[in-house]
């Protein structure tokens, strides 16, 4: 059970230092203001988009004969024999639910962010601390709220995340929301079923809990 729920935490954690790098550099700059919000409607692009097109899309891109495969070979990076098998695996599952899921990181990170006066890191600087001094003992402090909001909002959506890793992820690439489903409709085991999805509730209210414990669930920043 722990190596179909660990994608879920892990893929959490990866969002946050996605969305972290991409938010901090424009969120804290008045002048980049136009950036970043051009950065944060090429984010929200795929809510505009069908969760299937997106899916199908992936396929397209990661299967042996699509364009990435296409691309590696006609620059020498592999060759035609040796194409990467990254679909219908848990490569495709979290390339794929990156894609799907990153907003839900970026736009917790991006309310908190930009509420962080530019002026602390400025103080920070006149007192002579480094840039990563700065960064890490006055912004990320500071940046805790959104980081904690969007890895349990992200953890929770992806534990329990269907429809992309029964597209993308082949057999070897399931979840544990596919599991259920399985055990729901073929195998008819709904004692196993349930007992799944306990799993889940008391995964996410643990990480709730923890969470509550570690930043404060008051200090939530979700925008």
């Known amino acids: ?3 179909h729920a660990a994608p879920g935490n892990a893929r ?3 969002h946050s230092d996605l969305a972290h790098t991409d938010k901090d550099t424009h969120s804290r700059h008045p002048g980049h203001r136009t950036d970043s919000n051009l950065l944060l409607i090429l984010v929200l692009v795929p809510f505009w988009t069908s969760l299937l097109v997106r899916t199908t899309a992936w396929i397209v891109l990661l299967q042996t004969q699509g364009v990435l495969n296409d691309l590696m070979v006609l620059i020498g990076l592999v060759s035609d024999d040796g194409r990467l098998a990254m679909v219908y695996n848990m490569t ?3 390339v794929a639910m990156t894609h799907v899921l990153l907003p839900f990181m970026v736009l917790p990170l991006y309310s908190v962010m930009r509420g962080i006066p530019s002026t602390h890191m400025n103080a920070a600087a006149s007192l002579g601390a480094t840039p ?4 890490l003992r ?3 402090p500071q940046s805790l709220p959104g980081v904690g909001a969007g890895a349990l909002l992200v953890f929770i959506l ?3 995340y269907y429809i992309t890793p029964a597209l ?3 057999s070897d690439g399931q979840l544990i929301s596919n599991m259920i489903a399985y055990h729901m409709q073929t195998s008819l085991n709904w004692g196993l079923a349930a007992a799944l999805g306990g799993v889940l509730l008391v995964g996410v209210l643990v990480l709730y809990a923890v969470y509550d414990r570690l930043v404060g669930v008051e200090r939530m920043g979700l925008g």
Do not use: C, D, K, N
């Open 1 to 3: 059970m722990r190596s």
């Open 12 to 14: 959490g954690l990866r």
């Open 92 to 94: 495709g599952t979290i």
């Open 132 to 135: 990563l001094q700065a960064f």
């Open 138 to 140: 006055v912004y990320w």
């Open 158 to 160: 992806a534990i329990g």
């Open 168 to 170: 993308v992820g082949g």
